[in-house]
């Protein structure tokens, strides 16, 4: 009998994304393992992309406590053997709770668990203290590798390169999107300029002036509907930027990301897309600490500044008489520079 895997990760898009590795790791070890994914269902469409994973379970929060009560029933009744709880969350508590209760683990019956630990005291040391006990650069993907060492799964050789887009979407995206797109595709440069947090946006005023130190590409930008600055970097060459914010659902967003020739972005889900697509990628690194990519195919632009990292998502205050000093000194000229050595 195959074995049955319960992968329980709900949110966000980049850690979902980063989480995708397990699943690379447990067929490289249980080549005909039956793989299951619960995820917030908003976030569930990132996961159709890999369709080695047998069944994504969505969860609505509108269901509330009792809604996820139920669910985790419904996945008992899978009789899995396996449950990775890559969130360590209120829910994902709950989940574990009932499917690996602690006495049954203490006799070994049911399924083995293993847990993704957030590392609480650690990011209090980090941030509260400035003591860091965390491998700087901190690599998400690899830290959901690490917990499933426990059951043998270490060898990640063999990455998902088959990736599933429906073909109405891509139908879609070469109609309204790369249709408009005048140029050379391998001179196609994605943008991604927001970010949840304001403090780990790179200036809007720096991709301006990136956009006028590279007269000879095109840029795409990805961004949500409330992002309307992005207009301004529009304006900056209407005939040579296309401006998708609020355009594009997420995993509409995926796709153009895997057929870009290069992406740049601060630390945001799209970014750890086009590490996991092994799309070529420039990081613009900042306040966060948690955000670094795996891939030799990204390239991470940081300041060297004793104040950082200060936040696991940057969120709060910036302690610098310049604001942003860390992103602020990632000049266009330099980010320009590294983008043309990379699609040269």
């Known amino acids: 009998m195959p074995k049955k895997f319960l992968i329980i990760r709900f949110s966000s898009i980049g850690d979902i994304i980063q989480c995708m590795t397990a699943v690379d790791g447990i067929l490289n070890h249980y080549p005909d393992a039956e793989i299951h994914w619960i995820a917030r ?14 069944k994504v379970w969505g969860f609505d929060r509108k269901d509330g406590f009792k809604g996820l009560l139920k669910q985790a029933r419904q996945l008992k009744q899978e009789q899995f053997d396996f449950v990775y709880d890559a969130h360590s969350n209120i829910r994902s508590i709950v989940l574990k709770t009932i499917l ?8 070994g019956i049911g399924p083995q668990l293993s847990l993704r630990s957030k590392d609480r005291f650690k990011r209090i040391l980090l941030f509260r203290f400035r003591i860091d006990r965390f491998p700087m650069p901190f690599r998400g993907m690899l830290s959901y590798r690490k917990p499933l060492e426990k059951w043998g799964i270490s060898d990640y050789s063999k990455e998902n390169t088959d990736w599933h887009f429906p073909e109405q979407l891509i139908t879609k995206m070469e109609q309204e999107v790369f249709a408009k797109i005048k140029g050379e595709t391998n001179k196609l440069i994605t943008l991604v300029p927001s970010a949840a947090w304001l403090m780990k946006r790179w200036p809007v005023s720096h991709w301006q002036k990136l956009i006028q130190q590279m007269p000879d590409y095109n840029f795409m930008i990805l961004a949500g509907p409330d992002d309307v600055f992005c207009k301004e970097l529009e304006q900056m060459a209407p005939e040579r ?28 889900g799209f970014l750890h897309a086009a590490d996991k697509f092994n799309v070529k990628g420039i990081s613009l690194m900042g306040p966060t600490a948690f955000g670094f990519t795996t891939g030799a195919h990204i390239k991470t632009m940081e300041m060297d500044m004793k104040c950082r990292p200060c936040s696991k998502d940057g969120s709060g205050k910036c302690s610098q008489k310049i604001y942003q000093k860390c992103m602020v000194d990632i000049t266009p000229e330099m980010v320009a520079e590294q983008a043309k050595y990379m699609l040269n």
Do not use: H
């Open 41 to 54: 269902k908003d976030m569930s469409s990132f996961l159709a992309m890999d369709q080695r994973i047998y």
């Open 100 to 107: 690996t209760p602690r006495w049954k683990r203490w006799f």
């Open 241 to 268: 930027v296309l401006n998708l914010s609020g355009k594009t659902n997420l995993l509409e967003s995926c796709y153009l990301v895997l057929k870009s020739a290069l992406v740049i972005s601060g630390d945001t």
